[in-house]
């Protein structure tokens, strides 16, 4: 299914899109991938939605990423007597193990790994940030704090330490479980919640063992800190602003969000923006100007997915949601200031015989009359490569595995054709040139760009690019091999 646009969308399904009618709808309206969060609903409901996805995949021939995100570990408070309290700037709070229920003075915070990292002076964050607690005193089972930000508290909030780094199991006993369900059922792409360090991220590679493709969300100031690190192992980023911004000021959040797109982008792997985009129509069938820019911004930073949440999970609008995330993007697409700021944000990376192919594909289809540039991909590197450049004509990436074709649903500009496996480069071309015409972006009359790796069906092997008619008589009078 032909976009017109580069930039991917991702919705997430619940809810308000669990049937095929709709799930099909979303994917229509320009829904490139589907989020499946494993923090809800049952291994029985995920399933289900999975199998409409893929038989929405076969009926319109159109490869749709699937990821999964899984929950992460949950920090929160215990129980109230009275349901909840209300703490009052300056007044004493303790937290402990005590597993009875709390008061206006107490409560149970059952996770004895944080009471391990903290010191004096650390902040806890209590319901989304809207209650602040300073540590003062602290032993291996208690923490005495002071409420600097006082408010409701009730049972069960949870609790963000941005202060430390956790002692904490990368992936609870429910994501590994969760993990290994979704890997088995045929995910492509694998989303860590609460990343802090590439330990982390080495750890859920283990257990993957190669059946999808591991994303890392960054949602925490550890996170942030070490993000190089942690890119350098991940097939693909989350920038989660909405527990970002709960650790860190809130001012902080659109230069790390700037800086790490463009570090993702650097490093050819996927990026999406993600939590509060287009959050008023969760009720409204209108979005607010301010959401719209923000969306605007993250597709003029050169992001290659954005996503929505509870739009499409839980909210009114989740089809109108996606239709607008669409319109969104075409407007800021055809916009020449757009092309003006991708250029100017592109960094010459040449360290390889293939990067030096893509580069000189996207310079020759930029100085030429070329409608397309068509790269065989058997890992996905060629397409991850030249989608870094962000080119002014449509990527066609070839290939003749479906995972393949599946996860690179979700870079900038690609658009995925299965082919069958090759031996030959005419035939690639041959291919190439078809796939080209009947995805509607050249004619007979147009030439395209092709790029491949001789031997074919080798990772890794990009050393080829041809500049090809699309007419199949024309490739067999110029290529007699």
């Known amino acids: 299914m032909r976009r017109h646009r580069k930039v991917k969308i991702v919705a997430t399904l619940g809810p308000a899109s669990s049937d095929y009618d709709t799930i099909r709808a979303l994917h229509e309206a320009g829904a ?52 909840e309290e209300e703490l009052i700037e300056g007044a004493d709070f303790r937290l402990d193990l005590d597993e009875t229920d709390g008061d206006s003075t107490r409560v149970c915070l059952p996770h004895p790994e944080i009471f391990a990292a903290l010191e004096p002076g650390v902040q806890l964050l209590v319901n989304d940030g809207k209650i602040r607690l300073k540590v003062k005193d602290c032993g291996p089972d208690f923490a005495e704090c002071e409420v600097t930000v006082g408010g ?7 609790v963000n330490v941005p202060d430390v780094v956790l002692p904490l199991a990368a992936l609870s006993e429910k994501d590994r479980a969760d993990l290994e369900f979704v890997c088995e059922l045929g995910v492509d792409w694998l989303a860590l919640s609460f990343v802090q ?41 989350m920038v989660a602003r909405g527990d970002l911004g709960v650790e860190l000021p809130v001012q902080n959040v659109p230069p790390i969000q700037k800086r790490l797109v463009r570090k993702c982008r650097a490093a050819a792997k996927p990026v999406i923006v993600a939590t509060q985009m ?10 607010t100007r301010a959401e719209v820019s923000d969306v605007a911004t993250a597709i003029y930073e050169g992001s290659d997915a954005i996503m929505l949440s509870a739009e499409s999970a839980a909210g009114q609008y989740p089809v109108e ?19 003006e700021v991708i250029e100017a944000s592109r960094k010459v990376n040449r360290q390889s015989v293939a990067d030096g192919i893509v580069v000189a594909a996207r310079e020759i289809a930029e100085t ?28 066609i990436g070839l290939t003749s595995l479906r995972a393949t074709a599946r996860r690179l649903a979700l870079t900038w500009g690609v658009n995925c054709v299965m082919t069958p496996e090759l031996t030959r480069f005419k035939m690639a071309v041959i291919n190439a040139a078809r796939a080209a015409r009947a995805q509607g972006y050249a004619t007979e009359d147009d030439q395209i760009v092709v790029t491949a790796g001789v031997p074919f069906n080798v990772p890794g092997t990009t050393n080829i690019l041809r500049v090809a008619p699309c007419k199949e008589s024309l490739i067999y009078a110029t290529d007699p091999g």
């Open 32 to 83: 490139d991938v589907f989020r499946l969060n494993m923090s809800h609903g049952s291994h029985d409901e995920i399933a289900a939605r999975h199998a409409i996805i893929r038989r929405i995949e076969e009926e319109l021939d159109s490869p749709i990423a699937i990821l999964a995100d899984l929950q992460g570990p949950k920090l929160r408070v215990g129980t109230f007597a009275h349901g």
């Open 152 to 158: 409701t508290i009730s049972n069960r909030k949870g």
């Open 197 to 237: 360090r590439p330990e982390d991220v080495n750890e859920a590679r283990v257990l993957v063992r190669g059946r999808a493709a591991i994303m890392s969300k960054i949602e925490k100031p550890a996170a942030v800190k070490c993000f190089d690190d942690i890119l350098a192992v991940s097939d693909g980023i």
């Open 278 to 287: 287009l959050e008023s129509m969760i009720e409204s069938p209108m979005p």
């Open 321 to 339: 949601a996606v239709r607008t995330m669409d319109n969104v993007a075409r407007e800021v697409e055809s916009d020449p200031t757009y092309r």
């Open 368 to 395: 030429t009359d070329i409608k397309a540039i068509c790269c065989y991909t058997e890992s996905g590197t060629t397409a991850l490569l030249t989608a870094r450049e962000r080119p002014q004509v449509p990527i």
